[in-house]
C-alpha cells in the first residue's frame, strides 16, 4: 500500500504539487490523468524517491519511506522518451537491475529471456537500443521495468512517443502483463480515452492538485467538480451556464431543459451545465430530449466520426457523431441534448449532486 | 592528353545524364538552355583542381622541407640548393636514437604529457558532471570563469610558477611540469565534457539508481561509456596543447625533465649548428601529434559537433 500523506512540493517558489493525498492498492492499476503541466510526473517523482517533497510524507507498506534513497525501494520506472543504457546491447540492458541486485546467471538469463518473449524482443536481444525502433526501444525499458519484479510500478506516458497501432497494441497488454506481478501501478497520461480504456482507478490532476481519485468510470460519468469533468472530456466538455427556475433550465427561446430527477432538489441558481460531446445528437433519440438551434463553425471528419463544431448563444460546443455528416459554415441546425446525460456544476464549480446520490 | 580528354568526354557525360533527370521535372526548351549552360560551366571548371593543390602545396611545403632536411647532411643542408637528399643518410636520425640528451627528452615529453591528460581527465570528469547535472550558487559564473584562464598567455603564469615550485622543490621534476599544464588542460576539459554529458539524459541518471546502481558503479558502467567520444576529445586537446606548450615546460626544467621541444632550441654545440639532427628531431615531434590525431579523427569530427570546443 503506497500512502501519500498531504504532500507538497515547491520548487524555487512554485507549487508544483499542493497537498496530495493519495492511498493506492497492491495490484491495482492506478491512472494518473492530466493536461500536461497538471503535475503527473512531478508525482511520479515524489512516489519514486527521485524528489523529496517539501512537507508531508510518503509511506509504503506502513514504513514511512520519504527520505529513502531511490536505489533502495522496489520500484520500477518508464519515461515518456526512450531511456535505456545505449552502451548497452538489450540483453543487458534488461539484465540491469538483476546483474546490480547480484543475481546469478542462471537466473538473469532465464528472468531476460522471458521478459523478452513477453514484449517480442527476443530478435533483439544482441543489438544496441540506438538501432531499435521507437516501439523497440520502449519495449526494452518496460522489459527493464518487467524483470525487477517491483512493488510500484511508475509508467509516466510510456506510449506517448509511439505510432498509434503499436500504442493500442501495448496498452492492452500493459496492465496484463503487470497484473500478475500484483505491484502497485501507476500510469500517467494526459489522454481521457486512454485511462478508460485502461481502467482501474483513476486520479485527475490539475494545477499539482488531485481533484478526484476513484474507480475510472465512476470518476467519468459522476465528477466531483467542473474542473475534474473538464479534464476528463476529449473533445473538450461542452458547457453552458443556465438559470434554473422550478423545474428546468431555461434555455434561449423559451425552451426549457428539464433538470434531472436526482437534482430536482436544487436551488433556484445559475448553474454551469456540462455534457460530453457524445451526448449531443442530430436525432431525438429519446422523448425529454430538448432540441436547440445552434450555428456550424467547423466540421471535422476522422473517418468513423465526425466532429461539428458548433456555437450557441456564448457557448462553443463540440458535437460527436457516427459517420461523415457536412455541413456549410454558418449552417444553422437542430440539435439534441438528452437531460439525463447532463452535469450540474454550481456557482463553484462543484457538483450539484450530493455526495448520496453520486452514490445512488 | 588523350586521358584528360576521356575524362572531360566522361564528365560531359554526366552532365547530360544530370540533365535528363532533371529534364523530367522541367520542359523541353529551358532543358536545352540549362545543358548549354551546364555544360560551359563544367568546362570553366576544368581547373578547380588548381587552388585546392596551391593550398596544399603551401601548408605541405615547410613539412616536405623538415622532412627533406632530415635526410641531408649538414654539409648538404648548406651547400647547393637541392629538392630532394642526394645523399640520403639515416646519420641525423641515429644520433637522435643514441644520444640519450635527445632521446631523454621524447621520454620526458612522453612521460609528463601523459601524467598531465591523465590528471586533466580524471579531474574534470567529476567536475564536468557537476557543471551539467546540478544547480548551485554561481555555477554559470564559475564555468564562465573556468575559460577565461585559458585567455592569459602561459607566459604570464612563467614566474608565479616558478616561484612556487621552487619553494616545494618541485623544479625539474615531470610533475611540476603535468600540474601546471593542468591550469590550461582542466578549465578545456571541463568545458568539452560539461557539453557531451549535457547531452546524456538526465532520466538515464535516474533509471540506473532505480535499477539500484549506486553512484560510483553508474559513473563508471554506464556514464563514461556514454561519453566515451567526449573523454577522447578532451584527451586530445589536453595531449596537444601540452605537447606543444614550450614557455612553462622549459622554466620548470632544467636537466632531468627537460622536454624535446627545449632541447631543440638548444642545439648550438661546439661544432656549430647540427641543422640535419635538428630537422630529424623535428620530424620525430610531429610523429605523436599526428599519431594521436589519427586516432581520433572520427571522435574530432563527433566532438565538434557534440561538444562545444
Redesign the interface.
Known amino acids: 500500500m503506497l500512502e501519500l500523506r498531504n504532500v507538497t512540493k515547491t520548487v524555487a517558489g512554485v507549487d508544483h504539487i499542493r497537498d496530495v493525498s493519495l492511498t493506492l492498492q497492491h495490484g491495482s492499476l492506478n491512472v494518473l490523468l492530466g493536461p500536461t503541466l497538471s503535475g503527473k510526473t512531478s508525482l511520479m517523482r515524489l512516489m519514486?524517491g527521485?524528489d523529496k517533497p517539501t512537507a508531508g510524507s510518503i509511506w509504503f507498506d506502513g514504513v514511512d519511506v520519504t527520505g529513502v534513497?531511490?536505489?533502495k525501494r522496489k520500484?520500477?520506472?518508464v519515461?515518456q522518451?526512450f531511456?535505456?543504457?545505449?552502451?548497452?546491447t538489450v540483453y543487458d540492458n534488461i539484465a540491469?537491475?538483476l546483474r546490480?541486485?547480484g543475481a546469478d546467471k542462471a537466473t538473469i538469463d532465464q528472468e531476460v529471456k522471458r521478459a523478452a518473449e513477453l514484449l517480442k524482443l527476443t530478435p533483439y536481444l544482441g543489438r544496441t537500443p540506438l538501432n531499435l525502433s521507437g516501439g523497440q526501444q520502449q519495449r526494452t525499458?518496460l522489459a527493464?521495468a518487467i524483470v525487477?519484479n517491483a512493488r510500484l510500478v511508475l509508467l509516466d506516458e510510456p506510449l506517448a512517443n509511439l505510432d498509434y497501432k503499436l500504442r493500442e497494441e501495448l496498452r492492452a497488454e500493459l496492465p496484463r502483463i503487470f497484473a500478475e506481478t500484483g505491484a502497485i501501478f501507476v500510469y500517467a497520461t494526459t489522454e481521457p480515452h486512454e485511462a478508460l480504456l485502461l481502467g482501474g482507478n483513476v486520479a485527475t490532476l490539475s494545477e499539482g492538485r488531485i481533484t478526484q481519485f476513484g474507480p475510472t468510470i465512476e470518476v467519468f460519468r459522476k465528477p466531483n467538480d467542473l474542473i475534474t469533468a473538464r479534464t476528463f472530456a476529449d473533445p473538450p466538455l461542452n458547457t453552458i451556464v443556465l438559470k434554473k427556475s422550478g423545474r428546468s433550465f431555461q434555455l434561449d427561446g423559451g425552451v426549457d431543459l428539464p433538470v434531472p430527477a436526482d437534482l430536482a432538489g436544487i436551488a433556484d441558481a445559475s448553474y454551469t451545465i456540462g455534457f460530453q460531446p457524445h451526448h449531443l445528437s442530430f436525432e431525438k433519440r429519446t422523448a425529454d430530449a430538448v432540441g436547440v438551434k445552434a450555428k456550424v463553425s467547423v466540421t471535422e471528419i476522422t473517418g468513423s466520426e465526425s466532429f461539428v463544431h458548433l456555437s450557441y448563444a456564448d457557448a462553443r460546443w463540440v458535437m460527436l457523431s457516427h459517420g461523415i455528416h457536412q455541413f456549410e459554415p454558418d449552417e444553422a441546425i437542430e440539435v439534441f441534448i438528452d437531460p439525463r446525460h447532463v452535469m450540474v456544476f454550481d456557482a463553484n464549480g462543484r457538483s450539484a449532486a450530493s455526495p448520496s446520490q453520486l452514490a445512488a | 592528353m588523350a586521358g584528360t580528354r576521356e575524362a572531360v568526354a566522361d564528365k560531359d557525360k554526366m552532365m547530360r545524364d544530370a540533365v535528363t533527370t532533371t529534364g523530367a521535372v522541367h520542359g523541353g526548351a529551358v532543358d536545352e538552355a540549362l545543358a548549354r549552360r551546364m555544360r560551359r560551366r563544367g568546362e570553366e571548371s576544368r581547373f578547380w583542381w588548381v587552388v585546392p593543390t596551391i593550398y596544399i602545396i603551401f601548408l605541405m611545403l615547410p613539412i616536405y622541407w623538415l622532412i627533406n632536411m632530415s635526410f641531408k647532411s649538414n654539409q648538404e643542408i648548406l651547400g647547393a640548393f637541392s629538392l630532394w637528399p642526394q645523399n640520403p643518410t639515416l646519420r641525423n636520425y641515429a644520433v637522435i636514437f643514441t644520444d640519450p640528451s635527445w632521446y631523454k627528452g621524447y621520454i620526458n615529453s612522453i612521460i609528463y604529457v601523459v601524467m598531465n591528460t591523465a590528471i586533466s581527465i580524471s579531474v574534470a570528469l567529476p567536475a564536468a558532471y557537476a557543471f551539467s547535472r546540478y544547480r548551485f550558487l554561481g555555477d554559470k559564473h564559475l564555468f564562465f570563469w573556468l575559460l577565461t584562464n585559458r585567455m592569459a598567455p602561459p607566459a604570464v603564469f612563467a614566474l608565479p610558477f616558478f616561484q612556487l615550485y621552487s619553494a616545494f622543490g618541485l623544479i625539474d621534476t615531470h610533475i611540476a611540469v603535468a600540474l601546471a599544464h593542468c591550469l590550461f588542460n582542466v578549465p578545456l576539459a571541463v568545458w568539452i565534457l560539461e557539453g557531451f554529458m549535457s547531452g546524456v539524459?538526465k532520466?538515464?541518471d535516474?533509471?540506473?539508481?532505480?535499477?539500484?546502481?549506486?553512484f560510483p558503479?553508474f559513473f563508471v558502467k554506464?556514464f563514461v561509456?556514454?561519453i566515451?567520444s567526449g573523454i577522447g576529445v578532451a584527451a586530445f586537446f589536453c595531449f596537444m596543447f601540452s605537447w606543444v606548450e614550450l614557455l612553462i615546460a622549459r622554466t620548470l626544467t632544467t636537466t632531468d625533465a627537460k622536454p624535446i621541444a627545449a632541447i631543440m632550441t638548444r642545439t648550438v654545440s661546439a661544432s656549430g649548428m647540427d641543422w640535419g639532427v635538428l630537422a630529424a628531431a623535428g620530424v620525430l615531434t610531429i610523429i605523436p601529434g599526428a599519431l594521436v590525431i589519427w586516432f581520433v579523427r572520427n571522435y574530432i569530427a563527433k566532438g565538434f559537433a557534440l561538444g562545444r570546443v
Open positions: 519514486a527521485l534513497p531511490v536505489q520500484i520500477a520506472m519515461y522518451q531511456i535505456n543504457y545505449p552502451a548497452m540491469s537491475p546490480v541486485a525499458a527493464r525487477k | 539524459p532520466e538515464i535516474e533509471t540506473a539508481y532505480i535499477d539500484g546502481y549506486s558503479r554506464i561509456p556514454l566515451a
